[in-house]
């Protein structure tokens, strides 16, 4: 355990690290909060891929299911909202429910009381508790069990890798909402290791982790609960954050490499053209803006860049020719323009 510990901490030490040296860090990381909401979501049987949220916030229509797409949308602002007030409100029973009221706001849990932790029984499998996977505690339990939780969150007998892991694996078993309790467990490990800084901003995608592995995943947490078997589940639980951290920095350094190179190629052009320095700057500009943004359109290159709606179509129509950009709709009009080498890069997992 130790040894994964140490293997853990030090791989998000790098990733981390990395993190804080990468210019303008704020969009990239964006991305990653996307990736992080399709794959919780995904865990939960939503069909919504990146590319479908992508679609969904240009205001185009998605492949997948609106509702499907808009609970992916809620992950972000959920976790995007936790990540605000934490500075300002410790990570608490508070902060998780509001987090859970903007995760199922307007989606198929809305009407489950979002916001409120459960009066109600509720269980995991099956048709009722009797023939039930697992059912959790009774409402009466709720409350005492979350008070013994949030004093555990903010006790310093354990080191914060362990914590996030063993605070995971008893929300999930607590169970504490109508729905989104999977969504806002993961949310947790996220908000625990910011909140105790070992990670300056949410790098780390556990989901993945999970997806992966998502039949071990259910039976290390059930195991917990039928035999008590906690080490398990945290050596399974440190693998995953030694795992991803790594995977991550990889990633991170990959895109500082496209990104370092598709600039360079997009200062040359073609090579059949000759261009003023105010037509390289304007390349370079909405070059900047869809890095950014990782999706645009004409209309949004013409408002973020400045420039006619004829130059910003002729810079994204050289991006196409440079393997740079690519259309994603198929449509004559409103089309949507893809950063095709970021989206691979990010989406290859």
Sequence with gaps: MTTLLERAGIAL????????????????LYSYIKKEAVLSSQIEGTQSSLTDLLLHESDSAPGA???????????????????????????????????????????????????EFRSSQNWIGGTRPGNAFFVPPPPREVLPALGALEKFLHSRELPALVRSGLAHAQFETIHPFLDGNGRVGRMLITLALVDEGVLSKPWLYMSLYFKRNRTAYYDYLQRVRTHGDWESWLEFFLEGVAEVAEDASQK?????????????????????????RAAVLNNLNVFEHLR????????????????????????LAEFEELGLAREITGARRNRVYLYDGYFQLLNED
């Excluded at 990395?18 to 860090?25: A, N």
């Excluded at 496209?258 to 003023?276: P, T």
């Design 13 to 28: 030490g790098r990733l981390d690290g990395i993190g804080r040296l990468l210019p303008g860090p704020e969009s990239l």
């Design 65 to 115: 299911p609106l509702d499907d797409v808009r609970e992916v949308s809620n992950y972000i602002s959920a976790l995007q909202h936790g990540l605000e007030r934490l500075p300002t409100l410790p990570l608490s029973l508070r902060l998780l429910r509001e987090v859970h009221e903007k995760l199922v706001a307007d989606t198929r849990g809305g009407e489950k009381s979002p916001g």
């Design 252 to 276: 991170l350094a990959s895109l500082q490499a496209l990104f370092n190179a598709d600039r360079e190629r997009v200062q040359r052009g073609r090579g059949d053209s000759i261009y003023s």
């Design 292 to 315: 950014t943004k990782l999706v645009t359109t004409i209309s949004e290159v013409t408002q973020a860049c400045g420039l006619s709606k004829p130059t910003a179509a002729r810079v």
